[in-house]
């Protein structure tokens, strides 16, 4: 059974930086595909960034450029950097697996809270 824990969310000002970190228990890390959504209230949950086990990583546009996702297949940890912060990038942050023979986010962690005030 895979389990994930998030933490580095808090509270801060718009063109702060956060990072936040997810560590990966249980499986072979290496054989995962790490995504990182998060929800605002009211609205959808939203894919920001993923990373492939080989390190390539999908950046959705709207932190394209601020936000950059890494990752440490010895320590199975996964960190999203989090730059220029806007009040629109306040949301509950996730992380996510997804095995590599699969489509599907299959395992999820209980999120952190960013707020990120004007």
């Known amino acids: 059974q895979v389990q994930l824990a998030e933490s580095g969310g808090g509270l801060v000002q718009a063109g702060d930086s956060l990072r936040l970190s997810c560590v990966f228990y249980?499986?072979?890390?290496?054989?995962?595909?790490i995504g990182w959504f998060r929800q605002a209230p009211g609205k959808e949950r939203e894919l920001v960034n993923a990373?492939?086990?080989?390190?390539?990583?999908y950046d959705a546009d709207s932190v394209k450029g601020r936000f950059t996702l890494s990752r440490d297949n010895l320590g199975n940890l996964v960190y999203l950097q989090m730059n220029s912060l806007k009040p629109e990038d306040t949301a509950i942050y996730y992380c996510?697996?997804?095995?590599?023979?699969?489509?599907?986010?299959?395992?999820w962690g209980q999120g952190t809270q960013v707020t990120v005030s004007s």
């Open positions: 249980g499986r072979t890390f290496s054989s995962y595909v």
């Open positions: 996510a697996a997804q095995h590599i023979s699969t489509s599907t986010y299959e395992y």
């Open positions: 990373i492939t086990p080989g390190g390539s990583t």
